[in-house]
């Protein structure tokens, strides 16, 4: 008696593996596949400009550092490129990791009234080997101190504005495109 209950067991087990295997299967294919209409839908022309022209009209003056951090990688994901946002401590310097066709950007944000000193520029040039990015930049809303843009070009350091992140992908050196 107790064998035939442990044979019906075995055959219920092996009706029902099968199926498990095929539903997870069939859910790793969709979700797959809603990442791929996703990808795809930001790399459309037209929903990217529209998105691009609904972020240049939001109020950056209200907004807090790390909200403003945020919106910059809105920006850029309306682009194309895939943005992370890193901790806000203990992050080596780096705020936003951006990748785009296997280049990885990382960037400081700094939404200062006063002008960038060299800091932003030291420390997102030491996070940059952290995290294995081919090209590091500091964007601010401001300008940046004349000690900064001497330490960017000795340690190839995009320095830019703002408005060059609606422009992102032209401001990467094409070398590295």
């Given at each position: 008696m107790g064998r035939r209950k442990n044979d019906e067991l075995a055959g219920a087990a092996l009706l029902v593996l099968p199926l498990l295997l095929l539903f997870v299967v069939l859910r790793g294919l969709w979700l797959l596949g809603c990442r791929?209409?996703?990808?795809?839908?930001?790399?459309?022309?037209a929903y990217r400009e529209r998105q691009c022209a609904m972020l240049k009209g939001i109020n950056i003056a209200a907004m807090s550092p790390v909200a403003f951090e945020h919106h910059c990688a809105a920006v850029l994901k309306t682009q194309g490129w895939m943005c992370k946002m890193t901790r806000t401590s203990g992050d080596f310097g780096v705020d936003v990791i951006?990748?785009?066709?296997?280049?990885?950007?990382?960037?400081?944000?700094?939404?200062?009234?006063?002008?960038v000193n060299l800091s932003a520029v030291q420390e997102v040039a030491a996070g940059a080997p952290m995290y294995k990015a081919g090209v590091a930049a500091v964007v601010s809303v401001s300008s940046y101190a004349p000690s900064a843009v001497r330490l960017a070009r000795a340690n190839r350091v995009l320095l830019l504005s703002?408005?060059?992140?609606?422009?992102?992908?032209?401001?990467?050196?094409?070398?590295?495109?």
């Open positions: 791929v209409i996703v990808y795809y839908r930001f790399r459309e022309p951006a990748e785009c066709q296997s280049v990885r950007v990382v960037s400081q944000v700094k939404k200062w009234q006063a002008p703002y408005e060059d992140l609606f422009d992102f992908t032209r401001q990467v050196p094409s070398s590295l495109r």
